[in-house]
T-cell receptor
Framework: NAGVTQTPKFRVLKTGQSMTLLCAQD?????MYWYRQDPGMGLRLIHY???????AKGEVPDGYNVSRLKKQNFLLGLESAAPSQTSVYFC?????????????FGPGTRLTVL | AQSVTQLDSQVPVFEEAPVELRCNYS??????LFWYVQYPNQGLQLLLK??????LVKGINGFEAEFNKSQTSFHLRKPSVHISDTAEYFC?????????FGQGTELSVKP
């Protein structure tokens, strides 16, 4: 099993460009999450999904959109990138909520916006 | 809503010394707690979790944590650290459909 994979691993964008980050999991998990990690700020939740076809806003959703068309994939989109979106992005998945909310993380995508 | 506070942002320690990383959570009827480790340039991986039962939880790499309901704490301990334990450690609490993470503690093990 590959677990949680993220594509790409690195990306450099210019301000105003768009891109999509892909997250895939092969554990048949219902829940998927997108976080960003910045120095001194820990992990901040961007958006999450509790099942195929559903999405919900997290703590810092502005400037991002997501889609969950297939259960195993969760896409994070930046429509018009800004330097403030320079960060490391992590995807995670879990079986369910509450006591079943052990999250499995991908290796991360390092994004630089110039 | 749940919250988590990690009391130390950085913990320097010498190799083979014991270490304790502190975590406090907000009180709730049912609480599920996790510790994750992040090695440099990697994603997070689970160290251990408390769901119910014994308050002393053992995890990977010789780490353990004690759930203390009266003090609303879930401190992580290791009796003797190695250089390879240098990493960032995150405490987290389950809050409905999400995990709420603390700000992280950087453990730096020096020879």
């Amino acid at each position: 099993n590959a677990g949680v994979t993220q594509t790409p691993k690195f990306r450099v964008l210019k301000t105003g460009q768009s891109m999509t980050l892909l997250c895939a999991q092969d554990m048949n998990h219902e829940y998927m999450y997108w976080y960003r990690q910045d120095p001194g700020m820990g992990l901040r939740l961007i958006h999450y999904s509790v099942g195929e076809g559903t999405t919900a806003k997290g703590e810092v959703p502005d400037g991002y959109n997501v889609s969950r068309l297939k259960k195993q994939n969760f896409l994070l989109g930046l429509e018009s990138a800004a330097p403030s979106q320079t960060s490391v992005y992590f995807c995670a998945s879990s079986y369910s909520s509450g006591r079943y909310n052990e999250q499995f993380f991908g290796p991360g995508t390092r994004l630089t916006v110039l | 809503a749940q919250s988590v506070t990690q009391l130390d942002s950085q913990v320097p320690v010498f190799e083979e010394a014991p270490v304790e990383l502190r975590c406090n959570y907000s009180s709730s009827v049912s609480v599920y707690l996790f510790w994750y480790v992040q090695y440099p340039n990697q994603g997070l991986q689970l160290l251990l979790k408390y769901l119910s039962g014994s308050t002393l939880v053992k995890g990977i790499n010789g780490f353990e944590a004690e759930f203390n309901k009266s003090q609303t704490s879930f401190h992580l301990r290791k009796p003797s650290v190695h250089i390879s334990d240098t990493a960032e450690y995150f405490c987290a609490v389950s809050d409905r459909r999400k995990l709420i993470f603390g700000q992280g503690t950087e453990l730096s093990v020096k020879p």
